[in-house]
Each structure stands twice: as structure tokens, then as C-alpha cells.
């Protein structure tokens, strides 16, 4: 789990952490929020937006931004929150895709913009596996991932990738 806190608070769940949790059921979406809130001694009070990006080979992204609404006033524990869960699909942002064995990349659409590289899962993939490539990475979700699929070019890795001279494969 990545807890990243700034204009918006931004939550991290891999598989691992999800186990036991039920996206059907909002009431339960809020006690489990709640709880990793809580046990990262996050308080918050008002109106916020919560957009869950759910994507099956990863785990969920919960982006919380709250309302700056000048008509309503909360009390200090009061919250009110409006949750869409959006299934999405993650790139994985990476600037040396060689940096990555050729079976790990077998596993990943890659797309091309500009000089980045970026990875899509296309096939379940171990836990090890997508810990190094997660290391390497940068996740992009959501408009801005959807718009770098249409954006960029698919590659392939060519058979001559072991070879020293390895961009000159694609």
C-alpha cells in the first residue's frame, strides 16, 4: 500500500491488500477507507469526490478530492463522500524498457510516446514480476492513461533482443 498525501489524497492497494474487500457494496467501500484513514491518523471533514480506479492485474487507485463548497459547513468529524469506481486499465510509465527481462515483457502491451515507453499488463502476471517493473515505474491511470493508448505506438520486442545491439530489434 502507497498513501500519497497533497491537494488530494491519493491511495494505493495492490491484490495483495484486497482480498477481502467487496466493490459491490459501498457501505463496506467506506468502512474499509475509513479504516486505512484512520490507522494513518488522516483526519478529514466535508465533501469529497472518490474515484476508485479498479484494475483487475493490479488492485485500486482511490483518489480522494475534496469540494471546496462555500454554501455547506461541516462540523470537524463530519464527511460526506460520493464514490464512482471506474474500471480501468494501468500503464506502467518507464523509461528503459531493457531494463526488464524479455519473459517479463512478453507479459505487457507496450506502447511508445515520445521517448517513454509504457506497459499494460495483458496477462496475469506473478507478484515478483510486477514488483520489479513497479520499481522501475511510474503508474499512469484514469484520461491520462486512456489518452497515451491513443496517443502512442504498439512495439513488439524483436527475437534479436539478447543481442548487445538490442534497440535495433524492434
Not at 15 to 41: A, M, Q, R, V
Not at 151 to 165: L, R, W
Amino acid at each position: 500500500m502507497k498513501l500519497i498525501i497533497d491537494d488530494n489524497i491519493l491511495i494505493i492497494l495492490g491484490n495483495f491488500y484486497l482480498k477481502d474487500y467487496n466493490l459491490n457494496d459501498y457501505n463496506e467501500i467506506e468502512k474499509n477507507l475509513f479504516k486505512i484513514l484512520k490507522k494513518h491518523t488522516i483526519e478529514l471533514n466535508g465533501y469529497y469526490n472518490v474515484f476508485i480506479y479498479q484494475d483487475k492485474n493490479y488492485g485500486l487507485i482511490i483518489d480522494m478530492q475534496k469540494e471546496n463548497l462555500e454554501y455547506l459547513d461541516y462540523f470537524n468529524n463530519q464527511i460526506e463522500l460520493n464514490i464512482e469506481i471506474i474500471e480501468d486499465s494501468f500503464l506502467y510509465e518507464i523509461d528503459d524498457i531493457f531494463t526488464l527481462d524479455k519473459t517479463a515483457l512478453n507479459q505487457f502491451t507496450i506502447y511508445q510516446k515520445n521517448y517513454k515507453f509504457y506497459l499494460e499488463v495483458k496477462e496475469k502476471i506473478n507478484t515478483i514480476k510486477l514488483g520489479k517493473v513497479l520499481e522501475n515505474s511510474k503508474i499512469i491511470y484514469g484520461k491520462k492513461a486512456k489518452k497515451i493508448k491513443r496517443e502512442s505506438k504498439i512495439i513488439k520486442v524483436g527475437d534479436k533482443y539478447e543481442k548487445t545491439n538490442r534497440r535495433s530489434s524492434w
